[in-house]
């Protein structure tokens, strides 16, 4: 994957490893956040008698129900010693932005290819794809680092079966947003790898398979008299 600087001046973008490693209990929090919110979609179906899952709504009972879960979760995460771990930004359309040191994650539905979605006519999306961010390189701005960092947008996007199952989440950091030579946006990504997937059932394995035993069957033989009429004397 080709993974271009936004910047000659910006530093290097870090891995999906060093990412997750950083923010594991966030990308924990945040799947526990989905899930409630994937599992609120039948239970709303099923209130509303409806005969099937509004799909244009679904995203948006997701969104407010994750949304609820982590602002509770953010609240809960204070320590004595340092403030919450994680700040949730009430943005329009029930929008989730979620801001950790170094950090700003939105959380957003996948696309039907199961990718990172486009950030539509949005300019504010379109610059959170593209990393637009001023970095000011004043020593007091560095936190001993050699020069000023960037605070590093990522994106989470989570993957559903047509049942609403939480099938996937996935991570990934966006470099650049445009079209391509065909006239396609895209979206190009330093990486976009699955942090949690679904378990599925193990198949059953029979070590021991039960053999059949040998029976002793008698056979009848049909002698032809059994016609229904009385034999002859």
């Not at 594991?24 to 994937?38: M, N, R, S, Y």
């Not at 539509?120 to 390189?137: E, H, K, M, V």
Request: aromatic letters at 8%; one cysteine or more; proline letters at 9%.
């Amino acid at each position: 994957m080709t993974t271009p600087n936004p910047s000659s001046n910006f530093p290097d973008p870090p891995s999906f490893e060093t990412v997750q490693g950083k923010l594991k209990p966030l990308l924990d929090t945040i799947q526990e956040a989905v899930g409630e919110g994937t599992l609120h979609v039948p239970e709303y179906t099923k209130w509303q008698a409806e005969a099937a899952i509004d799909y244009a709504l679904a995203p948006n009972l997701v969104r407010h129900k994750a949304k609820q879960f982590l602002i509770s979760s953010g609240q809960d995460a204070k320590d004595e010693e340092e403030g919450p771990g994680f700040d949730t930004e009430h943005i329009p359309n029930n929008g989730l932005c979620l801001t950790t040191p170094g950090y700003k994650v939105r959380v957003l539905k996948s696309s039907d290819e199961g990718g990172v979605p486009l950030p539509g006519t949005s300019t504010t999306r379109q610059n959170f794809y593209n990393q637009l961010q001023a970095l000011i390189d004043f020593p007091e701005f560095r936190n001993g680092n050699e020069r000023v960092q960037p605070t590093w947008n990522l994106i989470v996007h989570w993957t559903v079966d047509v049942k609403y199952n939480l099938l996937k989440l996935s991570l990934a950091l966006p470099i650049h947003f445009s079209r391509n030579e065909l006239g396609k946006w895209i979206v190009e990504c330093a990486f976009d790898e699955p942090f949690w997937t679904r378990s599925l059932p193990k198949p059953i394995q029979i070590d021991d398979p039960i053999q059949p035993t040998n029976l002793d069957i008698q056979i009848e033989e049909d002698t032809g008299e059994q016609t229904g009429e009385e034999p002859a004397e």
